[in-house]
Nanobody
Framework: QVQPVESGGGSVQAGDSLRLSCADS????????MGWFRQAPKKEREFVGA????????SYADSVKGRFTISRDNAKNTVYLQMNSLKPEDTAVYYC?????????????????WGQGTQVTVSS
């Protein structure tokens, strides 16, 4: 079982960068694909990006492609979300989640384990 815990959120200006981390204290982290999702007020939770178990494959939402980068360090049981060129529309609570299987498809319900979320606020 995975118990993700996010950190690194905060308030920044448009154009700034921020790196989120998601750590797991278990021993099976490398068995799971990891995803990042976000939820803005009054909006549904949406997919941001995902990384395969080995870290060899990644997938991104079109809205963040070229600006956000996901990486993982299985030795540290941690996955990262590097966010560059942030925009006000990136403002949301960001969640880290884990799933078995591939990252060919990344629907919310496919992810079984979720962190508590971390707030990212981007002002113009």
């Amino acid at each position: 079982q995975v118990q993700p815990v996010e950190s690194g959120g905060g308030s920044v200006q448009a154009g700034d960068s921020l790196r989120l981390s998601c750590a797991d204290s278990g021993r099976t982290f490398s068995s799971y694909a990891m995803g990042w999702f976000r939820q803005a007020p009054k909006k549904e939770r949406e997919f941001v990006g995902a990384i395969s178990r080995s870290g060899g494959s990644t997938s991104y939402a079109d809205s963040v492609k070229g600006r956000f980068t996901i990486s993982r360090d299985n030795a540290k049981n941690t996955v990262y979300l590097q966010m560059n060129s942030l925009k006000p529309e990136d403002t949301a609570v960001y969640y880290c989640a884990a799933k078995r299987g591939t990252i060919n498809r990344n629907l919310v319900y496919e992810y079984a384990y979720w962190g508590q979320g971390t707030q990212v606020t981007v002002s113009s």
